[in-house]
C-alpha cells in the first residue's frame, strides 16, 4: 500500500501542553497564540442573523444582490474604490477556505503552472493551500521589516506561478506591502496577484489600503468579517477583483457547493453598512497592544517569570507596535521561541505562539529568521491581560 500525504500536526494545536501548564493557575490561561476575537459583534448583526428568514432555502452561491452591494459598498466608502457588485464582488465561507481551496481552481485553469508564490514569514494557510492543491509552495524572502521582497522572486518560479499572494497588513508582523508594486508585478509577469486584507481596517501607519486602488486587472483583494466585526464564528467574506477571474471562480465554487448561509449573508449585511463598532473595536485593540507590549517589558525588567525562575534578561526586544494587525511580533534574541513560550506560559500564563508557526523551515527568510520571534494577539480583555500582569508581580514561591 502506497503512503500519500500526510497532513502535518495543524499549528495551534501544538501549543497544548503550554495550555495545560497554564490552566493551573488562579485564573487559567490567558491565550493569545490564536487571533480569534473576543469581543461581541453588533446587535443589530446579531438581530440580522437570527430574523433573517432565509433558513428554508439555498442560499445564493456568490452571495445574494444584497450581501455583494453592501461589501461593494464598504469598499468604495473605505477605500473610494468603485465595484461592480454584479461581475467584481462574490462571497466566501470566511476567508481562509477561499484561501486554502484558490490554488486547485487556479490549477484547473492552467494545468501548465504548479507554483504557489506567498510570503516567506506569513500565514500558514497560503503554503497548505498550494500543498493541498499538489502545486509547488514557493517562498518569497522578506525584507527586514517583514515586507514581501519581489525582486528575490526567480524569474523560473515565475513563469510557474498560478498566484502571488501578498498579506496587508501582514500576519504576523504588521507589515505593510507596497501593494502597487505587487499588482504591477504580477501584471508584468502574467501572474494573479492575491492580496489578503482581513486586517485593512487595524492599520495603523495611515489609512487602510487595498490592492484594488491599482486597478483591478489581474488582481483580488479578499476581505473578511471575522477581524472587522467579531464575527469568526459565522464564517463571512468576500472575494473581488477582476471580472473574467472572479466569474470563473464563482462558477467553480456554485459545483463545489461553496455557500455561505442565507442567515449569515443577511448578517453580514448589517456588519458591512456599519462602522461605528469598528471604530470602537480599533480602540481597543490599540489598547490592548499597548498593554502587552508593557507586559513584555515588565517580564523583561524583573529578570525572572515568577515561580518558574526562569532568568530572561535580554531573551526580549522592547515591542514596537506593528504598522497594522493586532500582534505583538516580538523578537527572542537567543533565538529559542519556544523556551520563551514555556516560560510565559508557566509563569504568568500568557499563551503566545512561537514564529516558526509563521515560516516552513528553515526559518530564515533574507534578512530575518522567524524561529527568533514569539506573536502575541491582543485578543484578550483588559481584565485577561491584568491578570497576566499582576501574576509577574507576585513575589516567587
Request: aromatic share 8%.
Amino acid at each position: 500500500m502506497t503512503s500519500g500525504f500526510a497532513p502535518p500536526p495543524y499549528p495551534y494545536e501544538r501549543l497544548d501542553e503550554l495550555r495545560a501548564a497554564a490552566a493551573p493557575l488562579p485564573g487559567g490561561a490567558v491565550d493569545c497564540s490564536i487571533g480569534t476575537p473576543c469581543d461581541p459583534p453588533p446587535a443589530q448583526v446579531v438581530a440580522a442573523l437570527a430574523g433573517s428568514g432565509t433558513e428554508r432555502g439555498y442560499p445564493a452561491s456568490i452571495g445574494s444582490p444584497a450581501f455583494r452591494q453592501a461589501a461593494a459598498g464598504w469598499t468604495q466608502r473605505r477605500f473610494n474604490v468603485e465595484l461592480d457588485p454584479d461581475s467584481q464582488v462574490a462571497a466566501c465561507i470566511g476567508t481562509k477556505e477561499f484561501v486554502a481551496s484558490l490554488p486547485g481552481y487556479l490549477r484547473l485553469r492552467h494545468p501548465d503552472r504548479d507554483t504557489v508564490l506567498y510570503p516567506a514569514v506569513s500565514y500558514p494557510s497560503y503554503a497548505m493551500g498550494a500543498t493541498l492543491a499538489g502545486c509547488r509552495p514557493v517562498p518569497v524572502a522578506v525584507d527586514r521589516h517583514f515586507r514581501v521582497d519581489l525582486s528575490t522572486i526567480d524569474p523560473r518560479d515565475a513563469a510557474r506561478a498560478l498566484c502571488l499572494w501578498v498579506n496587508t497588513p501582514g500576519n504576523p508582523a504588521g507589515a505593510l506591502d507596497d501593494l502597487g508594486a505587487a499588482a504591477a508585478w504580477g501584471r508584468h509577469n502574467g501572474v494573479l496577484v492575491a492580496s489578503d486584507e482581513c486586517y485593512a481596517e487595524f492599520t495603523w501607519d495611515g489609512p487602510p489600503r487595498t490592492i484594488l486602488e491599482h486597478g483591478t486587472a489581474g488582481v483580488l483583494a479578499v476581505h473578511s468579517l471575522s477581524k472587522r466585526s467579531n464575527m469568526a464564528g459565522v464564517r463571512a467574506g468576500f472575494y473581488a477583483g477582476d471580472a473574467e477571474l472572479v466569474h470563473y471562480l464563482r462558477e467553480c465554487r456554485k459545483h463545489a457547493g461553496c455557500m455561505v448561509p442565507g442567515p449569515v449573508q443577511a448578517a453580514a449585511v448589517a456588519a458591512w453598512s456599519d462602522q461605528d463598532h469598528v471604530d470602537q473595536q480599533r480602540a481597543r485593540y490599540r489598547d490592548r497592544l499597548e498593554r502587552l507590549a508593557s507586559i513584555i517589558e515588565l517580564a523583561n525588567r524583573l529578570g525572572h517569570l515568577g515561580d518558574a525562575r526562569i532568568t530572561i534578561d535580554d531573551a526580549f526586544e522592547p515591542p514596537e507596535p506593528p504598522a497594522g494587525g493586532f500582534y505583538l511580533w516580538t523578537r527572542v534574541p537567543g533565538g529559542d521561541a519556544w523556551a520563551c513560550a514555556d516560560a510565559l506560559a508557566r509563569s504568568c500564563g500568557l499563551i503566545v505562539s512561537p514564529g516558526e508557526f509563521y515560516c516552513e523551515q528553515p526559518c530564515a527568510s533574507g534578512a530575518v529568521d522567524a524561529s527568533e520571534y514569539v506573536r502575541i494577539a491582543a485578543v484578550q480583555p483588559e481584565g485577561r491581560l491584568q491578570l497576566a500582569e499582576s501574576r509577574l508581580l507576585e513575589p516567587a514561591g
